[in-house]
């Protein structure tokens, strides 16, 4: 059975301090999908990866894929307050591509 | 152009009432998705059309749990004799299936309070 771990579930931060949230997943895996959700909202899609060594960047984020390791990472660097949302990781069942396995979120508070 | 939509965004059941939610896929998309999402946790999985196909219902959680999209476009999740255990934020995506790219679009969802 896939499963998808993230950690930390919570995270507190300052602005300007840079963190790393890991999201680990059970069994091999096509695709890896970021997702950010901001409380009442819908879910804003942020990165997909596809492929091992695969590295995306938007502003302050910075997604990468180990497919080895079966772990991504999203990585924040000089957190601002507008980040400040609960981030999702999710796979793709492999062989059965179009259901999503979800993390279970990291709601990440940066304090100014 | 528009996003996938979703009504009604809050809906109130008394339990035992049957309740619709309706999901507006954004236009083209052939693919269209339902998840449930419970308070601090990630989607689940609930059911996937492609066009009018439903090709996986694995994730319904009972059987008063029915989902259609009879033209291939709007979809309806209905649920049946409503439980307390049914309150949620229920969402919905739809994706293109057109470029190997599987990126789903979400709806804002409909929270469901079963009272």
């Known amino acids: 059975e896939l499963k998808v771990e993230q950690n930390p579930l919570f995270l507190s931060m300052q602005e300007g301090k840079n963190y790393t949230i890991y999201c680990n997943y059970s069994?091999?895996?096509?695709?890896l999908y970021w997702y950010r959700q901001d409380p009442g909202k819908s879910l804003e899609s942020l990165f997909v990866?596809?492929?091992n060594g695969a590295v995306k960047q938007e502003g302050r984020l910075m997604a990468s894929l180990d497919t080895k390791a079966r772990l991504s990472t999203l990585h924040i660097t000089a957190a601002v307050h507008d980040l400040s949302a609960t981030y999702f990781c999710a796979v793709d069942k492999r062989y059965d591509n179009y259901q999503l396995i979800w993390g279970a979120g990291t709601k990440l508070i940066i304090k100014p | 152009g528009a996003g996938v939509s979703q009504s009604p965004r809050y809906k109130v059941a008394k339990r035992g009432q049957d309740v619709a939610l309706r999901c507006d896929p954004i236009?083209?998309?052939?693919?269209l998705f339902w998840y449930q999402q419970a308070l601090g946790q990630g989607p689940e999985f609930l059911t996937y059309?492609?066009?009018?196909?439903?090709?996986?219902k694995s994730g319904l959680p009972s059987d008063r749990f029915f989902a259609e999209r009879p033209e291939g476009s709007v979809s309806t999740l209905k649920i049946q004799r409503t439980q307390q255990e049914d309150s949620a934020v229920y969402l919905c995506?739809?994706?293109?299936?057109?470029?190997?790219?599987?990126?789903?679009?979400f709806g804002p969802g409909t929270r469901l309070l079963v009272l």
């Open positions: 995506a739809s994706s293109t299936r057109s470029t190997g790219l599987e990126t789903q679009y």
């Open positions: 059309f492609q066009n009018e196909a439903q090709l996986d």
């Open positions: 236009s083209g998309h052939v693919s």
């Open positions: 069994t091999t895996s096509d695709r």
């Open positions: 990866l596809l492929s």
